[in-house]
């Protein structure tokens, strides 16, 4: 399995081809439906979710990771999670593993959101979209690159 750095510079590089894939997606003369929420805004919030996620919100969550260190005192908000998830169990399924740390991120966000008097319905679902897709992408791109490398490693 790849180590916390491998993982960050292999979830940059997919992030810069999705980037470019966007961004060339917006340009085109005939666009497909799901550009019209493409826009310099969703791609920034996009981009700033999926970073956000490669280095607080990885898979290994469920070890004493950089991920999980990375949270400072607040990471006794994941150390539920930790406890919960024997490592590379449910935290590397790709839908259990971006649900499971989507849940426990709403357990931790809404709570101060209401607690700061702000109005969920007030969040516009462009942002709510770029944000989670941002996040899922980045786990997805952890969970899928860590069974390719060992499926490379089991066949030597
Ligand atoms: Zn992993």
Same mark, same amino acid.
């Given at each position: =399995? +790849?180590?916390?750095? =491998?993982? *960050?510079?292999i979830n940059v ?12 997606? $917006? $340009?085109?003369? *005939?666009? !497909? *439906? ?7 805004? $969703?791609?920034?919030?996009? #981009?700033? #979710?999926?970073? /956000?996620?490669?280095? /607080?919100? @990885? ?7 950089? +991920?999980?260190?990375?949270?400072g005192?607040?990471r %006794?908000?994941?150390? +539920?999670? &930790? ?16 649900? @499971?740390?989507?849940?426990n ?14 109005? =969920? ?11 989670? !897709?941002?996040?899922?992408? @980045?786990? *997805? %791109? ?9 499926? =490379? &490693?089991?066949? /030597?």
């Amino acid at each position: =399995m +790849p180590g916390g750095k =491998m993982h *960050e510079m292999i979830n940059v590089a997919v992030l810069m081809v999705t980037i470019s894939g966007l961004i060339y997606f $917006t $340009t085109l003369k *005939e666009p !497909a *439906e799901f550009i019209n929420y493409l826009n310099a805004y $969703t791609i920034l919030i996009f #981009a700033a #979710a999926y970073v /956000f996620a490669t280095f /607080f919100l @990885s898979p290994d969550l469920d070890i004493d990771s950089k +991920p999980y260190k990375r949270w400072g005192i607040l990471r %006794v908000l994941w150390w +539920p999670y &930790k406890v919960i998830f024997k490592h590379r169990g449910f935290s590397h399924n790709p839908i259990l593993g971006p649900l @499971s740390i989507l849940i426990n991120l709403a357990l931790i966000v809404v709570p101060l959101l209401l607690l700061a008097g702000f109005g =969920m319905q007030n969040l516009p679902a462009g942002f709510i979209i770029a944000t989670i !897709a941002g996040i899922v992408l @980045s786990i *997805e %791109v952890h969970i899928i690159s860590d069974a390719f490398i060992s499926k =490379m &490693k089991s066949a /030597f």
